[in-house]
């Protein structure tokens, strides 16, 4: 993807911050997470931080390796988006898909799970298990 044929993003309006979201997601499911990150970066430096683009945030850095910008990532879901007790379907998997990622990053960082991870790992096969 070419730098100048990125937009500049000033003042999204809800259809154009949905369109955005559709090239992020389409994006990442075809395995291209270099350019999903170039929209992401774009996204979040004209202010828009959805719950949606930060979790996409998480998922391209988790894709390209980058365990540290994973943690932060998804340290910034949790600050955007919190867990709460009562969830939507869709909010419950992005929680659970938050967990897999931090205890992957934490593993491939340290090369073993600490406290944090087990407890995201174990979080995560708890939610496996539900429907």
Do not use: W
Request: hydrophobic share 45%; charged share 25%.
């Amino acid at each position: 993807m070419r730098g100048d044929m990125i937009p500049i993003l000033t003042d999204l309006n809800s259809r154009e911050a949905d369109f955005l979201m559709i090239a992020i997601f389409v994006r990442l499911q075809h395995q291209r997470a270099d350019e999903a990150k170039v929209l992401i970066d774009g996204a979040m430096a004209a202010g828009l931080r959805t719950p949606e683009i930060v979790f996409a945030s998480a998922v391209a850095e988790n894709t390209l390796g980058n365990h540290a910008a994973a943690l932060d990532a998804v340290a910034l879901c949790e600050e955007v988006e919190p867990a709460k007790v009562n969830l939507g379907a869709k909010t419950r998997r992005r929680i659970r898909m938050r967990s897999y990622i931090k205890a992957r990053s934490l593993f491939a960082l340290h090369g073993d799970l600490n406290e944090e991870g087990r407890a995201a790992l174990d979080f995560y096969m708890r939610q496996s298990a539900t429907p």
